[in-house]
T-cell receptor, first 111, second 112 residues
């Protein structure tokens, strides 16, 4: 089992709809979770981090964490074509003291 | 606060040569991680340095090496370049190990 798993997509969402991106992880004691966005040919940029169970909102983005089920998700409300990118989930693997990235989900917002 | 910087931004080399890439972390950050990204692939972890010590290493051959200096700046070296080494090499810095990482713009290496 991979330490961090994401559906590679592509995920296609119409403009204005909600895009939902999911990530599961294997380490039960992970404490820190991150979402990054990467445009084609560019480096990843941090969107948000989440540390506690529940929802965390930042503008049109909402991160959701469920430690019991070992998943973290990212919701993008009112999706815009500029949101088209690859979204990377990253999890702090406590035992190995390292940050592990998923393979990323490619998201396309259709006008 | 200045972000992570990487030099050079673009590099063209031929097979068999070696290359050194440089990364300057955000001021105050002590951890530097290196990743390789090829087209359509996710981030492949190379290694992480913290306070001049290599803390974690990915599954790459010994041709890939790195080091970190006392000012936290880091370099990675690839010897005997192969065509498959063509990739975007990303450096990320964080205040602590396994902490929030901030990425530099990357160095795009092309091996001919």
């Amino acid at each position: 089992q991979k330490e961090v798993e994401q559906n590679s997509g592509p995920l296609s969402v119409p403009e204005g709809a909600i895009a939902s991106l999911n990530c599961t992880y294997s380490d039960r004691v992970s404490q820190s979770f991150f979402w990054y966005r990467q445009y084609s040919g560019k480096s990843p940029e941090l969107i948000m981090s989440i540390y506690s169970n529940g929802d965390k909102e930042d503008g049109r983005f909402t991160a959701q964490l469920n430690k019991a089920s070992q998943y973290v998700s990212l919701l993008i409300r009112d999706s815009q074509p500029s949101d088209s990118a690859t979204y990377l989930c990253a999890v702090n693997i406590r035992g190995a003291q390292k940050l592990v990235f998923g393979q990323g989900t490619r998201l396309t917002i259709n006008p | 606060k200045a972000g992570v910087t990487q030099t050079p931004r673009y590099l063209i080399k031929t097979r068999g040569q070696q290359v050194t890439l440089s990364c300057s972390p955000i001021s105050g950050h002590r951890s530097v991680s290196w990743y390789q990204q090829t087209p359509g692939q996710g981030l492949q972890f190379l290694f992480e340095y913290f306070s001049e010590t290599q803390r974690n290493k990915g599954n790459f051959p010994g041709r890939f090496s790195g080091r970190q200096f006392s000012n936290s700046r880091s370099e990675m070296n690839v010897s005997t370049l192969e065509l498959g080494d063509s990739a975007l090499y990303l450096c990320a810095s964080s205040f602590l190990e396994a902490d929030t990482q901030y990425f530099g713009p990357g160095t795009r290496l092309t091996v001919l």
